[in-house]
């Protein structure tokens, strides 16, 4: 579990960009709730990380 509302980040914009990627997430009181499954290994968790931090650059960046 974990805010994304510095910088004005919605963690309803995160899941959504995560989902697209294949990351499952919730919103959960305004914040981001990931949790694994049993048989995700360190490559799979490496790889959500991977995409939350290109989610949350994507989402922080004001659209031209």
């Not at 009181?29 to 959500?48: P, W």
């Not at 991977?50 to 031209?64: D, G, Q, Y």
């Amino acid at each position: 579990l974990f805010s994304v509302t510095a910088g004005g980040l919605r963690a309803q914009d995160i899941v959504d960009r995560l989902g697209e990627a294949g990351v499952l997430a919730l919103v959960f009181d305004e914040q981001v709730r990931a949790v694994t499954h049993y048989d995700v290994d360190r490559e799979g968790i490496d790889k959500a990380i991977e995409i939350l931090r290109k989610a949350v650059r994507e989402a922080a960046t004001p659209a031209s």
